[in-house]
């Protein structure tokens, strides 16, 4: 089924919509966008339009 979402492009902060189109196939846990914002590729969560870079917390590097 089409699916439409809202995302947060990363390079330049617009809201765009994405969509995605998976048939009969249970819907994926992250799909590749076209960004219209920055022509670039983003992984977005359909279900919620969270990027998969915004769920992978970037451990802090120790300071010493
Ligand atoms: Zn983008």
Known sequence: MMRTFIYRCP???Y???GEHDSGALPVPAYV???CLACRSFHLV???TGR???D???RP???EF
Request: no cysteine; net charge negative; hydrophobic share 35%.
């Open 11 to 13: 390079a330049t902060g």
């Open 15 to 17: 809201n765009v919509q």
């Open 60 to 62: 802090k590097p120790p």
């Open 55 to 57: 769920e992978v917390p």
């Open 32 to 34: 590749l966008q076209d």
């Open 45 to 47: 969560d359909p279900r």
């Open 51 to 53: 990027l998969m870079a």
